[in-house]
């Protein structure tokens, strides 16, 4: 038997690493080939462990594998977020992400990952607009005029919100900043007492998510007066943009839903994932069930995804700043 030198062992140890490279490459093409999680860092019920259900379901009937949500909530999300950070980059640990990730940079005075860094970007999947809505008791019925009443009264008109520094509660400082006023933050533990506390008259604004506030303004209880979104909203086309109604151009706060991976998952995978969202929102029964849940779709390209979650970043950092919003 012929006895390999050094040098030749060296080639055929380089040759391997070549060869498990060109392995790791071709990957994605029998991705996924078990159970891949869908992490949410939320408690289930709310909309992003809904839209991460929905999405886990279709991706299981189209790939023949099982996609399962695993919940992870606490800290504002960052439980969650920071057990994927930390995953293997594989394909097979996913984070359902939604526009929090961007806001709580700086919300929180330390975070265990960099929501840069430490992840990439799959795609987005959907979006949901905010909007203002008034009591009915409140003497207003559009944007400009609650701006009006808001110079004439600095200070004391007051909004419910969700919760310091929640995505509805930086959308309305968003809107207070842009447009020069004055208003009386009241927060509470969540949507569903700041939206009681509104229907009773006892906060007469509310910034909330349009899913929510929709019913409560066609029954005659809410006054709807816009949409956060840049453009109107399908669930509610008869209402206009705060950018279009108030007169402040450049006005935008969708709450974005979106998945991501840990850093250094294969492109490949990456980019299978993200053809698999396309194919999955070009569906007529897809999107008719996303928009009866009150999403309304959208997919972009993990490079501009990653984009948007940078510009987000310094976005909502300035508004946190000037708010003076805390979470720790």
């Not at 999405?55 to 977020?81: W, Y």
């Not at 450049?250 to 194919?279: D, F, M, Q, S």
């Not at 008719?288 to 970043?313: H, Y």
Request: overall charge positive.
């Amino acid at each position: 038997m012929k006895l390999c030198s050094p040098v030749d062992r060296l080639c055929v140890t380089l040759a391997a690493i070549a060869v498990s490279g060109a392995s790791l490459a071709q990957a994605p093409l029998n991705y996924p080939a078990r159970t891949v999680r869908i992490v949410v860092g939320f408690a289930p019920g709310g909309g992003t462990d809904v839209m991460a259900r929905l999405l886990a379901q279709k991706m299981t009937e189209s790939t023949g594998q099982s996609f399962i949500v695993e919940n992870r909530p606490g800290a504002g999300s960052n439980i969650g977020t920071d057990y994927v950070a930390k995953a293997t980059p594989d394909g097979y640990t996913l984070l359902m992400a939604i526009g929090s990730l961007a806001i709580n940079v700086s919300l929180y005075s330390k975070l265990p990952y960099d929501a840069v860094k430490d992840f990439s970007p799959i795609g987005l999947a959907a979006v949901t607009p905010n909007c203002i809505a008034v009591h009915p008791s409140l003497p207003v019925k559009s944007m400009r005029e609650l701006i009006a009443l808001a110079k004439a009264r600095p200070g004391e008109v007051a909004y419910a919100s969700a919760g310091s520094g929640t995505p509805v509660h930086l959308s309305m400082e968003l809107f207070r900043s842009m447009a020069g006023i004055k208003l009386l933050h009241v927060p509470y533990n969540g949507s569903g007492p700041a939206t009681t506390a509104a229907l009773a008259g006892q906060v007469p604004v509310l910034p909330n998510t349009l899913p929510i506030t929709l019913p409560h303004a066609r029954s005659g209880k809410l006054r709807m007066l816009g949409v956060t979104s840049a453009q109107r909203s399908q669930l509610a086309p008869e209402v206009p943009t705060i950018a279009e109604a108030a007169g402040l151009p450049g006005y935008e706060a969708n709450v974005w839903y979106g998945l991501l991976a840990p850093a250094g998952t294969p492109p490949a995978i990456i980019n299978k994932l993200n053809a698999e969202i396309e194919r999955l929102l070009q569906q007529r029964e897809m999107r008719e069930r996303m928009v009866s849940l009150g999403f309304e779709p959208l997919r972009d390209t993990p490079a501009a995804f990653g984009e948007l979650i940078k510009s987000d970043i310094q976005k909502w950092g300035k508004v946190v700043r000037e708010s003076g919003a805390k979470a720790d």
